[in-house]
Nanobody
Framework: QVQLVESGGGLVQPGGSLRLSCAAS?????MGWYRRPPGKQRELVAS???????NYADSVKGRITISRDNAKNTVYLQMNNLKPEDTAVYYC?????????WGQGTQVTVSS
């Protein structure tokens, strides 16, 4: 089992920035963030492997950066130039070949 502890999130004005963090209880191959906008399905935001390979949703490229500290088993999501359409519950995800784990979710609201 892997436990995921998320932090960050909150209310921010359009154009603002937020950073989400997610600490895993042990090392795992891939970590990332998904989000569920109001009334929509959960979607990938970004992911990163232990080797540093990244994958981003087209809608966030250039505004959101994922990074990882393998020594701390922690993944970060730096979100800049936030838009109202970024409003969602953000979920940390960790996975390896056989298992898939989720955090409890943290709310991000972009509104003036």
């Amino acid at each position: 089992q892997v436990q995921l502890v998320e932090s960050g999130g909150g209310l921010v004005q359009p154009g603002g920035s937020l950073r989400l963090s997610c600490a895993a209880s042990r090392s795992i191959f891939s970590m990332g963030w998904y989000r569920r906008p109001p009334g929509k399905q959960r979607e990938l935001v970004a992911s990163i492997t232990s080797g540093g390979n990244t994958n981003y949703a087209d809608s966030v490229k250039g505004r959101i950066t994922i990074s990882r500290d393998n020594a701390k088993n922690t993944v970060y999501l730096q979100m800049n130039n936030l838009k109202p359409e970024d409003t969602a519950v953000y979920y940390c995800n960790a996975r390896n070949l056989n298992c898939n784990y989720w955090g409890q979710g943290t709310q991000v609201t972009v509104s003036s």
